[in-house]
T-cell receptor, first 114, second 109 residues
């Protein structure tokens, strides 16, 4: 049963610290998405990769957030420096375009910035 | 105006009831439509795609009205296990999915 995996599942950190979240997409999937979910805003797309190339990161605050795919099995989302307003659940999802628009979500990283 | 709008609920219904959710979208050029389900503290999962002709999957029926730009989800014979948040999702240009903030359903005994 292929799944998207994310680490860590929970992270508590202090304001100003660097946070790195990792995602392993489903093997063979060529698209990776990073989302942030809060009660107020719902699910917001932060960044989107296809075949490891960043296609859209317009939803991401560029001054502190960065997203990369060093290889096909790993996507990272980094926040430096972190702020309390970054507290949210961060989901990674993968898909297989153009075969399907379906996205498969990982379990998420629950981030709390104190 | 938000790109995708949903009534947040909660919808509290007794087991066995029929319940319907609507969702409106603002971009008339939107190409694909979906309903995702999200259980408490879990990730969203695809429930069903929504086709112009409407589609049914067991107790679930989804319909699309392009002229009025809304999507609906009907759940018949609700079960306790249907309790979740239902996310309306619209695909626009650039392969991006835009999620509504969700409608919460609580099915009670």
């Amino acid at each position: 049963d292929a799944r998207v995996t994310q680490t860590p599942r929970h992270k508590v950190t202090e304001m100003g610290q660097e946070v790195t979240m990792r995602c392993q997409p489903i093997l063979g999937h060529n698209t990776v998405f990073w989302y942030r979910q809060t009660m107020m805003q719902g699910l917001e797309l932060l960044a989107y990769f296809r075949n490891r190339a960043p296609l859209d990161d317009s939803g991401m605050p560029k001054d502190r957030f960065s997203a990369e795919m060093p290889d096909a099995t790993l996507a990272t989302l980094k926040i430096q420096p972190s702020e309390p307003r970054d507290s949210a659940v961060y989901f990674c999802a993968s898909g297989s375009r153009p075969l399907t628009d379906t996205q498969y979500f990982g379990p998420g990283t629950r981030l709390t910035v104190l | 105006r938000k790109e995708v709008e949903q009534d947040p609920g909660p919808f509290n219904v007794p087991e066995g009831a029929t319940v319907a959710f609507n969702c409106t979208y603002s971009n008339s050029a939107s190409q694909s439509f979906f309903w995702y389900r999200q259980d408490c503290r879990k990730e969203p999962k695809l429930l069903m795609s929504v086709y112009s002709s409407g589609n049914e999957d067991g107790r679930f029926t989804a319909q699309l009205n392009r002229a009025s730009q809304y999507i609906s989800l009907l759940i018949r014979d609700s079960k306790l296990s249907d309790s979740a948040t239902y996310l309306c999702v619209v695909k626009g240009g650039g392969n991006k999915l835009t999620f509504g903030t969700g409608t919460q359903l609580k099915v009670e005994l």
